[in-house]
T-cell receptor, first 112, second 111 residues
């Protein structure tokens, strides 16, 4: 059975801190690992990772995949209060129409 | 630039009532999905479709039916609603092996 596990489940940091969110996965016929940000409403796409060791960056956010260890991390540097959200990790395999198998998410709160 | 649109956004049902949730996408995506999101459970796949006229069961399909008569629409039906189906429902669409785009969600309460 496919499984995606995120840690920690919740995190409180001060503005300016750097955070690392973790995601481990076991996905049959693995194709990609995706990160989403969810603020009250629909998840919004952050990154899709398919190859090991290649860092993807967008502003203060970055992510990398390790396909040997079945692991991904999402880093956020110089956190801002606007980064407060639930961050979702999902694995996609070639089964089930590439449907995303989500972890339970990491709830991040950035305090002023 | 609508993307993925869900209707309705909110609904309250009585136990035993039926309803249909509509998902429409304007990105010409082949694949469409229905998820439910419950506190502490993450997003769980209900049903999915890899093309017009095709549907398949996901992780939690019991109590739901779906139809994909047109490529742009994916309908989720509840024939006899139960309190356990109280949840937030998200529709998503994608190209094969691409990122999924989500609708804004439907908050359903069954009393």
């Amino acid at each position: 059975e496919d499984k995606v596990v995120q840690s920690p489940l919740s995190l409180v940091v001060h503005e300016g801190d750097t955070v690392t969110l973790n995601c481990s996965y076991e996905v049959t016929n693995f194709r990609s690992l995706l990160w989403y940000k969810q603020e009250k409403k629909a998840p919004t796409f952050l990154f899709m990772l398919t190859s090991s060791g290649i860092e993807k960056k967008s502003g203060r956010l970055s992510s990398i995949l390790d396909k040997k260890e079945l692991f991904s991390i999402l880093n956020i540097t110089a956190t801002q209060t606007g980064d407060s959200a639930v961050y979702l990790c999902a694995g996609a395999g070639q089964n089930s129409g590439y449907a995303l198998n989500f972890g339970k998410g990491t709830s991040l709160l950035v305090t002023p | 630039n609508a993307g993925v649109t869900q209707t309705p956004k909110f609904r309250v049902l009585k136990t035993g009532q039926s309803m249909t949730l509509l998902c429409a996408q304007d990105m010409n995506h082949e694949y469409m999905y229905w998820y439910r999101q419950d506190p502490g459970m993450g997003l769980r796949l209900i049903h999915y479709s890899v093309g017009e006229g095709t549907t398949a069961k996901g992780e939690v399909p019991d109590g739901y039916n779906v139809s994909r008569l047109k490529k742009q629409n994916f309908l989720l039906g509840l024939e006899s609603a139960a309190p356990s189906q109280t949840s937030v429902y998200f529709c998503a669409s994608s190209i094969p092996s691409g990122e999924a785009f989500f609708g804004q969600g439907t908050r359903l309460t069954v009393v």
